[in-house]
C-alpha cells in the first residue's frame, strides 16, 4: 500500500518519529493500539537481511506504556499477572502474561520497574490501560495508572551493540539482557534497555518526550549509518523463526498460558493472589486439550505471511489452525506457528495444512526454529 493512498485520519494516532519514517520510505502502515505503525520499507526479505546481518531501525512507539505507581503499586502489578515479580529487582526488565478470571491472556508486556513502587508496562495490542484502571477501581490499593509520554524505538540486529556504543559509551556494553538505565544522548530523556521483538542482539530506546522524537531518530541514523544502520520494520520471518508469540495472531483472550507451554510465568504456589489464580490450577490439574507446536509446510515457498487462519488436518478432520507462517530464506523452508490438539502435538506427528489454494503436507518440529537457546539476544 503506497503512502499517497493510505487515508491518515486524526482519529488514529501518529508516533513522535511518525514523519521520520516517511522520509524514510515508509510505504505502508497497519494500526496497533489505534496508533499508525510503519510496515513497510520495500523488501520483507531484505528487511529480513538487514536484521540478522546489519541492524535496523524500528517505530516501535505502538508499544504503549502502561505506569502503574503509588504505594501499593507492586501488589497491584502482582495482582495482575501470574508472573512472581517478588524477586523483580529496580533496572529489570521481566517478560509477564496479564490474566483474567478464567485464566486467559488479555496481553503479553514486558514489565520495567523503574522504582521499588513505578512500573512501566511494554504492552500487546489490547486495550490493558482500560482494564488496569478498571481492577483498580475495585482493588482497594492505593495507586495512579496511565499512559506516560513514552514512545520506543528498536534497534535491532548484530551491529547495534556497536551503535549503541558510539551513541553512548562503551559502557553501554555492560548492559545485561533484560535490564535498563535511565540516559540522556544530547539531552534527550530515554530509558535505554536490552530487549527487543527479533530473537537478535537488540536495544529498546524509550523516549520520555514526544516533541523530541524527530531528532532522537535523525541521530540514531547518523551514527549508525556508517556501520550498515538500515531503517527497517519488525521481521515476521525473525520472529517466527525465534517462536515469539504475537498477540491476536498465536493468542488471544481463549488462550492459556499451559497450551503456549509457558508454564515458567505461572507460580501458582506463591502466597499472592492474583487475578485467575483459581482458574489456572484447574487448568494445570485436568490438562489442556490443545498446544501450540512448531511446524514444516511441505509447500512451495510462501510469497509472504498468511493472513488468515488456515485450518490443520488429520484423517479429513479438523485438529487446529495455523496461527502464522512464513518462508525463512535462511532454513530455505515453509515455517509455522500452529495451535493443535494435544493428542497431535507430539514431535514427529504428520498433518495437513488447508492453505488458500491447496492442502499441503506438515510435520511437528522443535520451536524456535532457529537459535533455541536465544543466545545472539542473551549474549
Not at 519514517?21 to 523488501?43: K, L, Q, W
Not at 499477572?81 to 529487582?89: A, G, I, M, V, Y
Not at 511494554?122 to 514512545?151: F, K, R, Y
Request: negative net charge; aromatic residues 8%; charged residues 20%.
Amino acid at each position: 500500500m503506497q503512502t499517497q493512498q493510505f487515508g491518515f485520519g486524526t482519529q488514529i494516532r501518529k508516533s513522535p518519529f511518525f514523519d521520520a519514517t516517511i522520509r524514510a520510505g515508509a510505504m505502508g502502515f497497519s494500526v496497533y493500539n489505534h496508533m499508525y505503525i510503519p510496515r513497510d520499507f520495500g523488501s520483507p526479505e531484505e528487511n529480513y537481511w538487514n536484521l540478522v546481518n546489519r541492524a535496523i531501525l524500528c517505530d516501535v512507539s505502538v508499544q504503549r506504556q502502561v505506569e502503574v505507581s503509588g504505594p501499593d503499586a507492586a501488589r497491584f502489578m502482582q495482582l495482575l499477572t501470574p508472573r512472581n515479580l517478588e524477586n523483580l529487582s529496580v533496572g529489570q526488565c521481566k517478560y509477564i502474561l496479564i490474566t483474567n478470571a478464567q485464566g486467559g491472556i488479555l496481553n503479553d508486556p514486558v514489565l520495567l520497574k523503574l522504582a521499588e513502587n513505578h512500573f512501566w508496562m511494554s504492552i500487546a495490542d489490547t486495550d490493558v490501560l482500560l482494564w488496569a484502571q478498571g481492577v483498580a477501581v475495585h482493588s482497594g490499593l492505593e495507586v495512579t495508572i496511565c499512559e506516560p509520554d513514552v514512545s520506543p524505538l528498536q534497534l535491532q540486529g548484530p551491529k547495534s551493540g556497536q551503535i549503541m556504543a558510539a551513541l553512548f559509551g562503551e559502557s553501554i556494553q555492560d548492559l545485561r539482557y533484560y535490564w535498563f538505565r535511565e540516559l540522556q544522548l544530547d539531552g534527550i530523556p530515554l530509558v535505554v534497555a536490552r530487549t527487543g521483538w527479533s530473537s537478535e542482539l537488540g536495544y529498546e530506546l524509550y523516549l520520555k518526550d514526544g516533541s523530541l522524537g524527530d531528532a532522537l531518530w535523525e541521530k540514531i541514523i547518523a551514527t549508525g549509518k556508517p556501520l550498515g544502520l538500515k531503517t527497517g520494520h519488525t521481521s515476521t520471518i525473525r520472529r517466527i523463526e525465534g517462536a515469539m508469540t504475537s498477540y491476536h495472531a498465536d493468542a488471544d483472550i481463549h488462550t492459556n498460558p499451559y497450551e503456549l507451554g509457558l508454564d515458567r510465568l505461572v507460580d501458582l504456589d506463591m502466597a499472592a493472589d492474583y487475578i485467575g489464580k483459581a482458574a489456572l490450577k484447574k487448568i494445570r490439574q485436568t490438562g489442556v486439550a490443545r498446544r501450540q507446536v512448531g511446524m514444516v509446510l511441505d509447500a512451495a515457498p510462501l510469497d509472504g505471511p498468511n493472513t488468515t487462519f488456515w485450518a490443520v488436518g488429520k484423517n479429513h478432520h479438523i485438529v487446529g489452525k495455523v496461527t502464522s507462517a512464513v518462508y525463512s530464506p535462511r532454513l530455505e523452508k515453509n515455517i509455522a506457528l500452529a495451535m493443535v490438539a494435544t493428542e497431535h502435538a507430539a514431535l514427529g506427528s504428520e498433518l495437513t495444512v488447508a492453505m488458500p489454494s491447496t492442502t499441503v503436507a506438515a510435520r511437528v518440529v522443535e520451536k524456535p526454529f532457529f537459535d533455541p537457546k536465544k543466545q545472539l539476544a542473551s549474549a
